[in-house]
């Protein structure tokens, strides 16, 4: 499936500008800077299929990618969250379209919420899981960057994050552990996407 057609679809700045709910989408959300878009590319085993978003004035947009021709499903981009700089309107904007993507899509299957391996769930990542569990959405934690830690640091993180995964009630308390520069974890990435397209 990942080796067949996938192209961007569009930009959604307001849920005005959604595309029709025709398939099922997996969107994939996470921190500024927390590897998003590297991942997205090794996922789909394109080099710039997502762009890195690193400036504040992209923030804003959910991207909707095509997988499959016929159209299978939908990647969802979201936008990253956690600019120390954004303005507090940019703030407000982002959780006025999470929020209400995630309550009204009902084709949204799961949100794998990505948390650098070298810092683990931290406050500014919690806004965003409080609202996929009052949301009652599926979601699942994707550990970025693991080249960049040891063993034994990964080991430390994967536990601690199970334990605040237990505590909360949408969540899988299995992760996916990833390294989009060393290509670690991808294959069962991919797995884990097509499990949530399909259940
Ligand atoms: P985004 O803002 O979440 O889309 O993050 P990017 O994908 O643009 O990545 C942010 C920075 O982290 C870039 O400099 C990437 O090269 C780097 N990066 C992303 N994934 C990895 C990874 O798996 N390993 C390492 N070592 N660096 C990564």
Redesign the pocket.
Known sequence: IFSGPISFLKSAPQLQHLPDAEVPEIAFA?R????????INALTGRKALAR???TPGRTQELNFFDVGDPLLFRIVDMP?YGYAKAPVQTVKKWRYLINDYLRGRTVLKRVFVLIDSRHGIKDVDKEILNMLDAAATSYRIVL??T??IKASELEKVVAETQVALAKRAAAYPEMSVT???KKGGIDELRSAVLEAVYI
């Open positions: 996470g500024s800077n927390v590897g998003k878009s590297s991942l890195a978003s690193n990253g970025t960057k080249d960049k390294s989009a520069e």
